[in-house]
């Protein structure tokens, strides 16, 4: 039987509906506008795609964009003066510094300047602390998507096996963290995992996180699994033709071949219309959370991990 089609695209677009309704009652019943800094430096196309995106749907939602553009040559003090300043200004209830960051700044450093109260990436060392130690935190917005989908479709996920493969800091470690926090049985693969195939074919829930077009195969899924496809890799499409320039088309695909994984498994997110846009969605839930953690107020349900 086909998979089901978890459909990041319409779900994105009811947590952004939920978030609108929240920051308008924001507004009318305590006068609070919650308020998103996106700092960019440099000029990497692919990052201003992804800062114009998040501006223009932090607006639909009626909260405040500040949008921060820094040179590429940006001294790391000022960058540390601009997040300081963020830091202290009430309007502002989450920062985020748009990645990778040009060679010469401390990544790191500067992600740690950033109040962890308007971490809304999630990344501040504090917040991954409390996230590993099961604490309330602001969880990074790419496993926080891929959460509220597997229990949007699932409801419970006590007791199944889930197999995460990748653990970069920024997606593969923190959903571990938020599966074992829903009381999965969590395994962590990575480039040196012995038998791949083998472990993957155990999970009920294969979260990919790798950044290797398509590298997992129907035959690695157990029939019924769910799987929830994070990679975003472009790949030549010559079937689409050439462009204006003679450069031949691309195409997006995820890091699962999802035509054999789709025939499989018994959910799927597709690539494109799965994660990605459940990201910016999460973005903008943190930073309503963020506004109301700031002023002591209830945090709106569903919308956190
Ligand atoms: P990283 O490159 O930081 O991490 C990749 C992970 O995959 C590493 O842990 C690496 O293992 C593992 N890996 C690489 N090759 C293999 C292999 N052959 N077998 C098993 N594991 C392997 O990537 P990210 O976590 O940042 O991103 C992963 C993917 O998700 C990318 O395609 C990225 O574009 C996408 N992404 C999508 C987002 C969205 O919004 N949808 C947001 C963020 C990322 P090791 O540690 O051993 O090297």
Same mark, same amino acid.
């Given at each position: 039987?086909?998979?089901?089609?978890?459909?990041?695209?319409?779900?994105?677009?009811?947590?952004?509906?939920?978030?609108?309704?929240?920051?308008?009652? @924001?507004?009318?019943?305590?006068?609070?506008?919650?308020? @998103?800094?996106?700092?960019?430096?440099?000029?990497?196309?692919?990052?201003?795609?992804?800062?114009?995106?998040?501006?223009?749907?932090?607006?639909?939602?009626?909260?405040?964009?500040?949008?921060?553009?820094?040179?590429?040559?940006?001294?790391?003090?000022?960058?540390?003066? @601009?997040?300081?300043? @963020?830091?202290?200004?009430?309007?502002?209830?989450?920062?985020?510094?748009?990645?990778?960051?040009?060679?010469?700044?401390?990544?790191?450093?500067?992600?740690?300047?950033?109040?962890?109260?308007?971490?809304?990436?999630g990344?501040?060392?504090?917040?991954?602390?409390?996230l590993?130690?099961?604490?309330?935190?602001?969880v990074p917005?790419?496993p926080?998507?891929?959460?509220?989908?597997?229990?949007?479709?699932?409801?419970?996920?006590?007791?199944?096996?889930?197999?995460?493969?990748?653990?970069?800091?920024i997606v593969?470690k923190p959903m571990?963290q938020l599966?074992?926090?829903?009381?999965?049985?969590?395994?962590?693969?990575?480039?040196?995992?012995?038998?791949?195939?083998?472990?993957?074919?155990?999970?009920?829930?294969?979260?990919?996180?790798?950044?290797?077009?398509?590298?997992?195969?129907?035959?690695?899924?157990?029939?019924?699994?769910?799987?929830?496809?994070?990679?975003?890799?472009?790949?030549?499409?010559?079937?689409?033709?050439?462009?204006?320039?003679?450069?031949?088309?691309?195409?997006?695909?995820?890091?699962?071949?999802?035509?054999?994984?789709?025939?499989?498994?018994?959910?799927?997110?597709?690539?494109?219309?799965?994660?990605?846009?459940?990201?910016?969605?999460?973005?903008?839930?943190?930073?309503?959370?963020?506004?109301?953690?700031?002023?002591?107020?209830?945090?709106?349900?569903?919308?956190?991990?």
């Amino acid at each position: 039987m086909a998979a089901t089609i978890i459909d990041g695209k319409a779900f994105a677009a009811e947590v952004r509906g939920k978030v609108a309704e929240h920051v308008a009652r @924001l507004k009318d019943d305590h006068g609070i506008t919650p308020g @998103l800094a996106v700092v960019l430096v440099g000029a990497d196309p692919a990052s201003q795609v992804y800062v114009r995106s998040k501006g223009k749907q932090t607006v639909e939602v009626g909260m405040a964009s500040f949008e921060h553009r820094l040179a590429e040559d940006t001294a790391e003090d000022e960058l540390l003066g @601009l997040i300081d300043h @963020l830091n202290a200004d009430p309007e502002v209830h989450g920062i985020l510094v748009q990645l990778p960051l040009p060679g010469h700044l401390n990544e790191d450093l500067v992600i740690n300047a950033i109040d962890p109260a308007k971490d809304v990436d999630g990344f501040h060392i504090s917040n991954v602390g409390l996230l590993g130690t099961g604490q309330k935190s602001m969880v990074p917005c790419t496993p926080l998507g891929c959460l509220m989908m597997l229990r949007h479709h699932h409801g419970s996920l006590s007791g199944m096996d889930a197999v995460v493969v990748g653990r970069s800091n920024i997606v593969g470690k923190p959903m571990a963290q938020l599966l074992l926090g829903d009381s999965c049985t969590v395994t962590i693969a990575h480039s040196r995992t012995r038998d791949l195939p083998g472990v993957v074919r155990r999970a009920d829930i294969v979260v990919a996180a790798v950044g290797r077009p398509e590298m997992v195969p129907g035959d690695w899924i157990k029939p019924g699994a769910t799987v929830i496809d994070v990679g975003i890799n472009r790949i030549d499409a010559p079937e689409k033709g050439t462009n204006e320039d003679g450069s031949v088309k691309t195409r997006l695909v995820g890091d699962c071949h999802y035509a054999s994984c789709a025939e499989v498994a018994g959910a799927i997110t597709p690539v494109p219309g799965g994660v990605g846009p459940m990201t910016i969605a999460c973005l903008l839930a943190n930073t309503v959370t963020a506004c109301c953690r700031a002023n002591g107020l209830p945090e709106p349900e569903g919308l956190t991990a």
